[in-house]
């Protein structure tokens, strides 16, 4: 079992960048594949970026392609998503979320969620 805790959300001017990052309180993330989702009001929760156990191969929506990146250490038991020109259609919850199998881009798939984190791009 993993507990998960998000952080690093805020509000952000468009353009701007932020890195969020995803902790396990309990557990070893090391064992997991590991994804990020977001939710904004009035729309279903969907798939931001994920990344296998070992880091070696990511995998991301089309709509954060090229300035979206995902990452993790390991040895921190952390997984970040570092976010880079942001745009105001970013502003959503972002979630991270833990997968005891093989990587995967479904959210039904996922074992353990976080709390979320906001991110507001606004001017």
């Known amino acids: 079992q993993v507990q998960l805790v998000e952080s690093g959300g805020g509000l952000v001017q468009p353009g701007g960048s932020l890195r969020l990052s995803c902790a396990a309180s309990?557990?070893?993330?090391?064992?997991?594949?590991m994804g990020w989702f977001r939710q904004a009001p009035g729309k279903e929760r969907e798939f931001v970026a994920a990344?296998?156990?070992?880091?070696?191969?990511?995998y991301y929506a089309d709509s954060v392609k090229g300035r979206f990146t995902i990452s993790r250490d390991n040895a921190k038991n952390t997984v970040y998503l570092q976010m880079n020109s942001l745009k105001p259609e970013d502003t959503a919850v972002y979630y991270c979320?833990?997968?005891?199998?093989?990587?995967?881009?479904?959210?039904?798939?996922?074992?353990?969620w976080g709390q979320g984190t906001q991110v507001t791009v606004s001017s």
């Open positions: 979320a833990a997968r005891a199998r093989r990587v995967a881009t479904a959210s039904n798939l996922y074992d353990y």
């Open positions: 309990e557990g070893t993330l090391s064992n997991y594949a």
């Open positions: 990344i296998t156990w070992s880091g070696d191969n990511t």
